[in-house]
Structure formats: C-alpha cells, structure tokens
C-alpha cells in the first residue's frame, strides 16, 4: 500500500469514529410520573410532549420518556419516584398534584425537577420563591383555590335560584381542604345551604352523587384533583344520570360533555413544562428558571349539556365564554 493511499484510509477512519461512537450514545431520558392514569391524561401528555419539540426535542429521536402512572394511588408515588431517580433520569417532570414534586425533592437534590401543581410551591417548600426558586425544582403552579370564588358567581349567574349546594372534595388531598374552604366561604356569603360530600375512589364518587336527590341539591361544585380528572368519564356520567348542574375546573370537562368550567389551561402549563424540560436538557438550571402562572383563564360552555338539563344559558355568561359548545 502506498503511502499517501495509507493516510486517506487512516484519516478516513479516524473521521468516521467520532461519528459512529456519537450514534452510539445514549439519549437523554426523561422521567415523568403523575398521580393519576394515563389514558384520561392523554392530552397533557401531548401538549408536554408538543413542548419538548418546541425546545427542540423529539420524543424517541432525541430523548426518550419514562412514563410511570400511580392511577390515583397516593401511597405508589414514592416508589415511582424512587425507581426514576435510580434509572437515572436527566429530569423529573411531575404532575398530579403536590405530592409528587415534593416525594421526588426528597428523593434527590441533584435531578432537576419540574413540576405542574395547582398550589403555592412557595408554601409547600418546593421552591424558595416564584422568581428566584433555587435548588433543583421549579415547575408552574395554578393556585387552584383563588379561582373558587369565581366558579361560585359563574354558579348563581346561570342558577340564581338554587338554594342547596353540594361541594365535592377528595379528603386524601391535602390541598383540596384549603380550597374546599374558600369555595365553602364563598357560597355561605351568598347565604347558600352547604354540603361537603367526599370521594377517594371511584366508589364514593358513585356514592356521592347517590345522595344528591336526598339533600335537594341544585348545582355540585368539584374541588380540583387528579382523582376527579382521571374519573372525568365517570362524573360527567353521573352528572347527566342525576341531572344535576356541575361546574368544572378546567376545560377537559365541558369539552367531555360537563356543563360549565372555568380555570387555567393544564394543557398550556404541560407545553409550557416541556418547553423547560428541553431548556434543562440544554444547560439550564432549575433555580434560574421562574416558577411560571397562568395569565389566561378559560371559561367553557356545553350548550348541549345546558338544554339536556333544561338551563337557559344567560347572554352575560356567553358573551364572556372562551368557548361555546353547540
């Protein structure tokens, strides 16, 4: 062989290598656990998903996601957790509830972790501050409970004359007794009778719309929770079988059939948390990056839904709907 065909084949080589052993390296990957289940949480998954490509990541080309999904069993959460953080991921994106980030700060003080919460992180000891959250956990929060009010005059403008009112709350949540009160507060300054009913699962959902027609119940309030997204199905249901006006927290519900929301958008909070996942996986640090809130609010309406229950949707509201359900 001569000497120059030599260099080129060695060259040639040593040019090739660098490339075949970048092929060979393992993408990043992402964990992701939420209290609830999967298929009910399909589209936050895909507005999550949207902003991971947004930064500039492809799930399955340039990094891979680790799902895991506690179905709405609290007590399953710390193992998930614990077995993302010894895979280990690059990052931990939380959803669900608080109960997640705060198991996985507790877990590890080096994985980054984003979290989608509707609660003060502030309070929680998530994060240090919204501005500046310091350490390795920053996220968006909701703050679910200053919205209950809200939902309580949405409530009497489209029922002015509903006198009974039923109020209903998963008691495992400890975020959703801080909410259950405010919303209480607010029906009571109304002068309005008051019931708390109870659910953690889908059987004493079941059970409390049973004792709705007994208590003369006009309209049903739902306290935000990842139980209540995950049984959407099943309380949209039984909303319609006992004809009784509920108002949801979020979107997802009306456009499922429910009669009225009002709330942030949990689909932007997932994109916005992809989008800073991929800025992580780029070098950013989670104590540089703001803990996020939702600057718009949606209020949804099922027309189709209100005539089933014989309701007349007044002007005021629709002229105020984000969007209007035919």
Request: proline fraction near 7%; avoid cysteine; charged fraction near 15%.
């Amino acid at each position: 062989m001569q000497r120059r065909e030599f260099i080129t084949l060695v060259g040639g080589a040593a040019a090739a290598w660098p490339l075949a052993a970048r092929a060979q390296q393992p993408i990043p990957i992402v964990g992701f656990v939420h209290t609830g289940e999967a298929k009910p949480n399909a589209s936050f998954v895909a507005a999550f998903s949207q902003g991971l490509k947004d930064a500039g990541h492809v799930e399955g080309q340039t990094v891979s996601i680790e799902y895991r999904w506690a179905d709405g069993h609290l007590e399953r959460i710390p193992a998930l957790v614990l077995e993302l953080v010894r895979r280990p991921v690059a990052v931990l994106l939380t959803g669900g509830g608080d109960v997640p980030p705060l198991v996985a700060k507790g877990a590890t003080a080096t994985i980054p972790i984003v979290f989608v919460i509707g609660d003060d992180p502030v309070a929680s000891g998530l994060v240090a501050s919204l501005s500046r959250p310091g350490g390795n956990v920053t996220g968006a929060t909701i703050i679910a409970s200053e919205l209950g009010p809200k939902r309580v005059e949405m409530t009497f403008e489209l029922l002015p004359h509903v006198s009974a009112v039923a109020v209903l709350l998963n008691p495992n949540n400890p975020q959703s007794a801080i909410d259950s009160d405010i919303t209480q507060e607010a029906l009571r300054a109304k002068r309005k009778e008051v019931h708390l009913l109870h659910a953690s699962n889908g059987e004493e959902i079941d059970a409390a719309f049973r004792a709705l027609p007994e208590l003369k119940i006009g309209a049903l309030l739902l306290i935000p929770d990842p139980l209540f997204q995950s049984s959407r199905t099943q309380i949209i249901a039984l909303a319609a079988r006992h004809s009784v006006p509920t108002i949801y927290y979020t979107s997802t519900y009306a456009a499922s059939g429910g009669l009225l929301s009002y709330g942030a958008s949990f689909a932007e909070m997932y994109r916005q948390m992809g989008n800073y996942v991929g800025k992580i996986l780029k070098g950013a640090k989670p104590a540089d990056l703001p803990v996020l809130q939702p600057t718009k609010f949606e209020l949804v309406i099922n027309l189709k839904t209100a005539k089933a229950l014989g309701l007349n949707v007044p002007s005021s509201l629709l002229s105020r709907a984000d969007l209007v359900i035919e």
